[in-house]
């Protein structure tokens, strides 16, 4: 049972990590790129509602896959090493906070700033004490994503290190 467990979670950690890195490194900029280049006076309101509403999906699903990782590894970490027990657990309480401070802290507070301003962020002066908040909020949030998916990593290594050096599958798994 732990063998399938361990299975189970390279794959939602490994499906998580292909969204969010694809997330990260191709959707966001593409759709920021296509709507600046069809010279739209609200181009960047409407990529940032987009990529928003996309964001809040991935940094869900981490939240929630850490989270089952981590209450199922807590019961199932027999054989494990402290060491390696350690890492898995605290790689994945990071991803699940990167995640949830991600969605519910950072997205929502850049959502609040943006209505209002009343205005496309487009409309608003780069000096303007609300689009220089909602920059740092944006950085904020790349940061979080970034440490999520370090983290989401680490513990996608050390269960992959165990999978391969587990006995295979027996009687007692």
């Known amino acids: 049972m732990s063998r399938l467990f361990r299975i189970v979670g390279l794959l939602l950690l490994g499906t998580w990590l292909g969204a969010a890195v694809f997330f990260s490194a191709a959707v966001a900029p593409s759709l920021f790129s296509v709507l600046r280049g069809a010279d739209l006076p609200n181009a960047n309101a409407l990529a940032g509602s987009i ?39 605290i790689s994945l309480a990071i991803m699940a906070i990167m995640t949830g401070v991600g969605h519910w802290v950072i997205a929502a507070r850049m959502t609040a700033l943006r209505a209002a301003m009343q205005l496309p962020i487009d ?51």
């Open 51 to 89: 990529v928003t509403r996309l964001l809040g999906i991935v940094n869900r699903g981490g939240f929630e896959i850490s989270i089952f990782l981590l209450v199922f590894g807590y019961f199932m970490g027999r054989g494990q090493t402290k060491l390696s027990r350690a890492i898995e657990m």
């Open 123 to 173: 409309q608003i002066a780069l000096n303007d004490p609300r689009r220089i908040t909602f920059d740092s909020l944006h950085r904020y949030s790349v940061a979080a994503m970034a440490v999520a998916i370090i983290a989401a990593l680490i513990a996608f290594v050390s269960i992959a290190i165990r999978n391969v050096s587990a006995p295979s599958a027996g009687a007692g798994d």
